[in-house]
């Protein structure tokens, strides 16, 4: 439901109708409000939002009013995300809506990947340039929003780092107060100090992310407190805004392929529900596949589809240096699932030395990414060799984090030190020509002119030539 209707221009609210409801992705009984722990309580399985009145929209006038709301100053109208509030549920007001103007990301082209790779158009919708720094603000404001609502004070979640960052901000910002449960010594310090600066009370737990989040589950059916992890559909209805605004990027053309990372599987359920709602809506001619790539040792979500044949959750003890996806018992699995098939997306994995590759190759188009959202990179080259995407297609990968959320990794590789005394310690040296390392010398012109003549001479691994 809209919170202003076609004709305003601005933020005035029309009268709030709550006409959304909560659909059982399982058994699909359909109720109006939704448990603590966000599952049916029929059959146990996970809950998505549903809205018949979005089914009875014109497509073509939904496309003009966005578009011209990136013209208007009202602060519903500024965010990326309220701004197609025509397809979200609706709060009782505008007024509740917590903000920090999320979305309106770029879409950069990728010219060097694409040459480099063989593939003819090549886009990186870049969600590191969320106010937090990931895609997770997009969905947070939609569930910090409903979570002021309901009247909480506490909000809390799970995390391997931003959905922490994220959810403190909103918290802060929405007057409500935080509680972060993060994997000690698992999650980057960039992410951690976010949630310190805006003010969570902040448990480093001696467990891994799994273990937080399976202890989150037990907290809210004693606690008082509203979990914002994606199990929460009121986020995955905000994330879904990343493809509405992708498709206007793309003037409603669809590409052939988005790639995504896959972690607790969350995200890609977002895109996949958007891009079934545009289709369904008119909104697009066809659907775009949507694939999944996860870390080899991360890699649920790639044995649940091999081994259990998309039919049961196949958990792994998951251990990569992409901590953002160090996931091993996904929550979403089987929503994820669904989009796959409904989309006839595909599944892969990635090693350690492909994501580390793939992000410097990002890095070296000026734009940088964190190592989880490299992860696209490296599995498109290997949807590439399988012939699933092909040469001449369009394909758009979803980078979910900022460069800077994680400044040891990326330290680490341009020293050269990321794979010491690991089993990739020796294949590590092939990515030698990535390496950007930093060069220590007397401060005199000489030193710095000798340093220049010997970078002229050798070339770097892209070439814009
Ligand atoms: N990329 C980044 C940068 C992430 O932070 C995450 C998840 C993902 C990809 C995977 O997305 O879980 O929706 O499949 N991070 C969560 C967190 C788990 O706690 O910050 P997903």
Excluded at 167 to 193: F, Q, T
Excluded at 242 to 258: G, K, M, T
Aim: aromatic share 6%; glycine share 8%.
């Amino acid at each position: 439901m809209p919170l202003s209707s076609t004709s305003e221009k601005g933020s005035k609210p029309s009268q709030p109708q709550a006409s959304f409801g909560f659909r059982c992705i399982g058994c699909g009984a359909v109720t109006a409000a939704a448990a603590q722990d966000f599952r049916c309580s029929e059959c146990g399985n996970l809950l998505e939002i549903t809205d018949s009145s979005w089914n009875s929209r014109n497509p073509t006038a939904l496309k003009t009013l966005w578009r011209e709301r990136r013209s208007l100053n009202a602060s519903l109208d500024l965010s990326g995300v309220w701004r197609f509030r025509e397809l979200l549920p609706a709060p009782q007001s505008a007024e509740q809506v917590v903000t920090l103007r999320e979305g309106n990301t770029p879409l950069y082209e990728l010219p060097q990947s694409s040459r480099s790779i063989g593939v003819s158009r090549l886009y990186a919708k870049h969600q590191g340039m969320n106010p937090t720094g990931s895609f997770k603000d997009t969905g947070m404001t939609v569930a910090a929003t409903f979570a002021r609502q309901a009247g909480y004070r506490w909000v809390a979640c799970a995390s391997t780092g931003n959905t922490s960052a994220s959810m403190a901000a909103y918290a802060a910002r929405g007057g409500m107060r935080s509680l972060v449960l993060v994997p000690e010594g698992k999650i980057s310090w960039s992410k951690l100090s976010q949630a310190l600066d805006y003010g969570a009370l902040t448990c480093q737990l001696r467990t891994d992310f799994d273990g937080c989040l399976r202890l989150l589950q037990e907290l809210v059916r004693q606690a008082p407190v509203y979990q914002l992890n994606s199990i929460n559909p009121f986020r995955l209805e905000g994330q879904k805004t990343l493809a509405l605004e992708l498709l206007e990027q793309l003037d409603w053309q669809p590409p052939d392929h988005i790639i995504v990372p896959g972690g607790n599987l969350g995200n890609s359920s977002a895109i996949g529900k958007a891009l079934i709602e545009m289709l369904d809506l008119g909104l697009i001619p066809s659907l775009p596949k949507l694939s999944v790539i996860q870390a080899e040792g991360a890699n649920a979500l790639v044995r649940t589809l091999r081994e259990g044949g998309g039919k049961r959750l196949v958990s792994v003890q998951a251990e990569t240096r992409a901590t953002a996806i160090r996931i091993g018992n996904p929550a979403s699995w089987e929503k994820a699932v669904k989009v796959l098939q409904a989309t006839g997306g595909a599944c892969e994995q990635v090693s350690e030395l492909e994501i580390a590759q793939a992000k410097a190759e990002i890095g070296a188009e000026g734009i940088g990414c964190e190592p989880a959202s490299a992860v696209t990179l490296a599995g498109l080259k290997k949807l590439l060799r399988q012939g699933f995407v092909k040469p001449e297609e369009t394909v758009v990968l979803v980078l979910t984090g900022n460069l800077l959320k994680d400044p040891d990794f990326t330290m680490g590789f341009h020293r050269g030190d990321l794979f010491q005394d690991t089993a990739d310690e020796r294949e590590s040296s092939r990515l030698n020509p990535f390496r950007h390392p930093p060069v220590v010398l007397d401060a005199s012109l000489d030193a710095v002119i000798k340093t220049l003549e010997q970078a002229e001479k050798s070339d770097p691994p892209h070439s814009n030539a």
